[in-house]
């Protein structure tokens, strides 16, 4: 494993001494080379109108090469943003265990620099955390939005209430259902448990679950975070060549540590199930956007590998055959 990826989770180190009057809030905006997106992210932060003394702001620019983004930082942050750049690029997991080691508030939020957050997200976490002292973290439902800005589908709700998740542990290692921009972190918990490590995609579920097996976990229905979906992400990327079932499946294994022995085997079983039936859904995505039939093999291959069930076989025999008809109607 390369030291890009690391094969352990980075140590976060507590805040020293000579920190006084720490913030509450440490917003910390990880940022590669997605500078058209930043200035709504910045935006979205600072339209809420935290002081300075509650809130550290701060991009982390893993040498960006797309724009000068410091500049970009002065304009819209006007002093209140600070900035700072990676010596050379060191990859995205490096880049959080920097901004983790960077953040001196208490309540840390990390929130990629092509995401928002929408009016009262602080507030509403900041009350969670009160109101449930012993959580480790909590998070919003939230929005999926495309390059445009324009709505994409909402997250399902996880409860009709707010309050304490029960059974958490068990649900979010069988599927991912958090994303960055919707979920907050006690620093202490970093501390505690370390970074993000051994994989660029699915690298987030695993940390969700493993905070899930040491602390309780908050959460509000109301939707306050936007998660934004395009081609040129990180998982963007990885969706059009496969690599992202193939990261997952990675990532199933890692979570396996993390449960109760006999419950290993059976949401293992679920996780794969899931993810294959994730995978043919892309694949009918990808069709009917680019017309590939190599996008649509490389899908299938990969959910093949994850599970196979009759139902799965059934699913794809549909999708080749939407592709034998497109065929046979552009030869006649």
Not at 60 to 77: C, K, N, Q, R, W
Request: charged share 25%; glycine share 6%.
């Amino acid at each position: 494993m390369s030291c890009r990826t690391l094969s352990s989770p980075p140590q976060i180190l507590p805040i020293g001494p000579e920190v006084v009057n720490r913030p509450l809030w440490s917003v910390m905006i990880p940022v590669y080379n997605c500078a058209h997106y930043l200035k709504e992210t910045l935006q979205s932060v600072l339209q809420q109108q935290i002081s300075e003394e509650t809130m550290q702001i701060e991009v982390v620019d893993d040498a960006s090469t797309d724009a000068d983004v410091e500049a970009l930082v002065a304009a819209i942050g006007k002093g209140r943003v600070k900035y700072y750049r990676q010596a050379e690029n060191v990859g995205s997991l490096r880049n959080f265990e920097t901004c983790l080691n960077r953040a001196q508030g208490k309540l840390l939020h990390i929130l990629h620099g092509d995401d928002k957050v929408r009016d009262g997200y602080y507030a509403t976490m900041q009350q969670l955390f009160k109101r449930y002292p012993d959580a480790g973290a909590a998070f919003c439902r939230f929005n999926y939005i495309d390059h445009t800005g324009a709505d994409l589908f909402m997250q399902r709700r996880e409860m009709r209430e707010e309050g304490i998740l029960e059974g958490w542990l068990q649900k979010i290692a069988e599927r991912q259902r958090i994303q960055y921009a919707a979920i907050t972190i006690r620093r202490e918990v970093y501390e505690k448990l370390g970074g993000f490590y051994a994989l660029t995609y699915g690298e987030d579920w695993e940390m969700w679950t493993r905070i899930a097996r040491e602390y309780p976990v908050a959460y509000t229905p109301t939707v306050l975070a936007d998660y934004r979906k395009h081609a040129t992400s990180i998982s963007g990327e990885k969706y059009l060549t496969g690599q992202y079932l193939q990261d997952l499946a990675q990532a199933m294994e890692l979570i396996q540590h993390h449960l109760p022995q006999d419950q290993r085997k059976a949401i293992l079983k679920k996780s794969r199930t899931y993810y294959a039936h994730y995978g043919i859904k892309i694949a009918n995505q990808l069709w009917r956007r680019l017309h590939s039939r190599q996008l649509v093999q490389v899908q299938v291959t990969q959910a093949l590998r994850l599970y196979k069930t009759p139902h799965l076989y059934y699913k794809i025999a549909q999708v080749y055959a939407k592709i034998l008809l497109h065929t046979l109607w552009k030869t006649v």
